[in-house]
Nanobody, 116 residues
Framework: QVQLVESGGGLVQPGGSLRLSCAASGFNFGNYAMSWYRQAPGKERELVAGFLGVGGITNYADSVKGRFAIAKDNAKNTVYLQMNSLKTEDTAVYYC?????????WGQGTQVTVSS
């Protein structure tokens, strides 16, 4: 059974940091392109950061460049999102995604709230 389980979300003050984790199981993690998306209330889901394929090349949304970093550990079947210098506009539900044609898996999401 395929599972993507996100963790690490929570409430943080502006300027703070969080690290999200996404633990994958039920598929060959190393053969999938992993990424993080987010969806704020009333807005469409958007790409935050991701690996372009199964290698190490990454891309980021302009709004998070220089503040967020995506990483993965193939031995642990886990992808991470380190989020620094958080802003109120980063508040959203963050989702992990795994794509490997023809499959496309999503996690259930973890809430990140940035507020003073």
């Amino acid at each position: 059974q395929v599972q993507l389980v996100e963790s690490g979300g929570g409430l943080v003050q502006p300027g703070g940091s969080l690290r999200l984790s996404c633990a994958a199981s039920g598929f060959n993690f190393g053969n999938y392109a992993m990424s993080w998306y987010r969806q704020a209330p009333g807005k469409e889901r958007e790409l935050v950061a991701g690996f372009l394929g199964v290698g190490g090349i990454t891309n980021y949304a302009d709004s998070v460049k220089g503040r967020f970093a995506i990483a993965k550990d193939n031995a642990k079947n886990t992808v991470y999102l380190q989020m620094n210098s958080l802003k109120t506009e980063d508040t959203a539900v963050y989702y992990c995604r795994a794509r490997g044609w023809p499959y496309d898996y999503w996690g259930q999401g973890t809430q990140v709230t940035v507020s003073s």
